[in-house]
């Protein structure tokens, strides 16, 4: 694989994606309104948001032997990832993911992990020349967490910072804890991970379990900074039209990643995942809406 300044361990899943009219009560059928087929699992969003913004970007992720899998092969060289540490598996179907849509925007999602559950820690092996020199190394929760504490060991020994998207909100291995440079929960998953309905309370609980910076994603309330004997800094979100919040915090995610890997000031870094979030819900779909680095200057400089 070749040098990156963003290494990520990627989750694919094919979205089936539909929108109705309320959240749905047990037992309850409602109708749907149309049915896309669309690219998406957390990882592989954070890392084409990454790409888009002019960062050079490697993935490491489980495929399977099918057209999900052929799906995300095209997407990723299209963006210009770095593809050298895909693994396909055919025994699993690819990653799958069930998204409901709601009037507001807002949506609910399952995810059937398929080939993303097969990457084992030996696969890191393969990769780990363009681990070992990146800047950032990212992963979500939809990748098996023994592959993401060694990735993150492998980079801490290395200089590298480590960013984790605690998507699905699973419980975390102690020993993984220690080694997240940066987190970036929203605020649901803020509450599962910390046991703190607070904001604030719940940053300071993954802060004292050694998590280096706490990034909370809180919707329409922008985000918020959380860092041990500093502090908070909390951003609005900027005021636009959503059509969709789907891939929205997974592009707030990869924007972030590619700032930090610029070495980017806090604020400023902030401040692009910030937009680069907003920019993304105002079109259907998870990469429909994220921006190019420039797309995402005229937005700043539109809403200063």
């Known amino acids: 694989m070749s ?37 998406g699992g957390k990882g592989s ?3 084409v948001a990454c790409a888009r913004l002019g960062v050079s970007t490697a993935v490491l992720a489980g495929l399977g032997q099918d057209a999900g899998g052929d799906m995300a092969l095209a997407l990723w060289r299209e963006e210009g990832l770095d593809t050298q540490g895909v693994r396909r598996f055919p025994s699993e179907p690819s990653g799958t993911a069930l998204i409901l849509v709601y009037p507001s925007g807002d949506n609910s999602i399952v995810v059937i ?8 820690v030996e696969h890191l092996e393969a990769a780990s020349p363009a681990l070992r020199s990146a800047r950032v190394v990212m992963a979500s929760c939809e990748v098996p967490l ?9 980079a801490r020994a290395h200089g590298g910072l ?8 699973l419980p975390l291995p102690e020993a993984l804890w220690p080694l997240v440079d940066v987190l970036t929960p929203n605020a649901g998953e803020l509450a599962q991970l910390s046991g703190q309905a607070d904001v604030t309370r719940g940053a300071a609980a993954l802060l004292a379990r050694g998590v280096g910076a706490v990034v909370v994603t ?17 951003l609005p979100a900027h005021r636009v039209q959503v059509v969709d919040t789907v891939g929205a915090g997974d592009t707030f995610t990869g924007a ?13 870094a902030l401040a692009q995942a910030n937009a680069a979030a907003a920019m993304a819900t105002q079109a259907r779909g998870a990469l429909d809406g994220m921006p190019t680095r420039e797309a995402l200057q005229d937005f700043l400089a539109q809403h200063r």
């Open 3 to 39: 040098a990156a300044q963003v290494f990520c361990l990627a989750s694919w899943n094919v979205d089936w994606v539909t929108r109705i009219a309320s959240p749905l009560a047990p037992g309850q059928t409602l109708t749907g309104a149309g049915l896309q087929r669309l690219p």
């Open 45 to 47: 969003n954070a890392a």
């Open 113 to 120: 992990p398929g080939a993303n559950a097969c990457l084992k």
């Open 146 to 154: 023994a592959v993401t504490q060694a990735a993150f060991a492998l």
């Open 162 to 169: 480590t960013l984790l998207n605690p998507a699905p909100a």
């Open 218 to 234: 809180l919707g329409e309330n922008g985000c918020a900074l959380f860092r041990r004997d500093q502090p908070a800094l909390f």
């Open 256 to 268: 972030l990643a590619a700032a930090l890997a610029q070495t980017t000031p806090w604020p400023k």
